[in-house]
């Protein structure tokens, strides 16, 4: 079982729909999240940390469960730029920290 | 600030070859790695260092050697290509740990024939 897994997808919806991705963790040492975002054949960026109280940042809000061990990302209002993959990320503290991507989940939105 | 930096963007290799790619960092960060990509897995870490002088093995360190003299600069070897090592390896950094939010460079894109 990998450590940290998403649905690939990919999520195809259209401009304005609300979409939402999840992420569960293998590991209850994971001690921070985040999730990041990654365009075609760029380099990861950082969308927005995950607290256990939940958090928004415009139209995304992001969920944690510890008891469950997912993590999720909701997307309102879509937009043609939302377009990318999405990667979760956990970091572990196992004596040193271990930093765990997901695989990433697609996201296309159309017109 | 040019944030990280990578070089060189694109490489072929044939197996057997030895190679250097290069990473820079100027926001004085002391947490720096390194990460290879391939369709359908996640990032996987090479290598990391927590600060100059001190380097230690990630989760896929085989074929590859790293070393920080610097702060700045944490470059990472080839010692002898292998098509498995065809793959895009990206360098990030942090400030602390990998705790923090970590930033990339662009990438390299490596083939290995």
């Given amino acids: 079982r990998k450590e940290v897994e998403q649905d690939p997808g990919p999520f195809n919806v259209p401009e304005g729909a609300t979409v939402a991705f999840n992420c569960t963790y293998s590991n209850s040492a994971s001690q921070s999240f985040f999730w990041y975002r990654q365009d075609c054949r760029k380099e990861p960026k950082l969308l927005m940390s995950v607290y256990s109280s939940g958090n928004e940042d415009g139209r995304f809000t992001a969920q944690l469960n510890r008891a469950s061990q997912y993590i999720s990302l909701l997307i309102r209002d879509s937009k043609l730029s939302d377009s990318a993959t999405y990667l979760c990320v956990v970091n572990l503290n196992t004596g040193g920290f271990k930093t765990i991507f997901g695989a990433g989940t697609r996201l296309f939105v159309k017109a | ?113």
């Fill in chain 2, 1 to 113: 600030n040019a944030g990280v930096t990578q070089t060189p963007k694109f490489q072929v290799l044939k197996t057997g070859q030895s190679m250097t790619l290069q990473c820079a960092q100027d926001m004085n960060h002391e947490y720096m790695s390194w990460y290879r990509q391939d369709p359908g897995m996640g990032l996987r870490l090479i290598h990391y260092s927590v600060g100059a002088g001190i380097t230690d093995q990630g989760e896929v360190p085989n074929g590859y050697n790293v070393s920080r003299s610097t702060t700045e600069d944490f470059p990472l070897r080839l010692l002898s290509a292998a098509p498995s090592q065809t793959s895009v390896y990206f360098c990030a950094s942090s400030w602390r740990q990998a705790a923090d939010t970590q930033y990339f460079g662009p990438g390299t894109r490596l083939t290995v024939l």
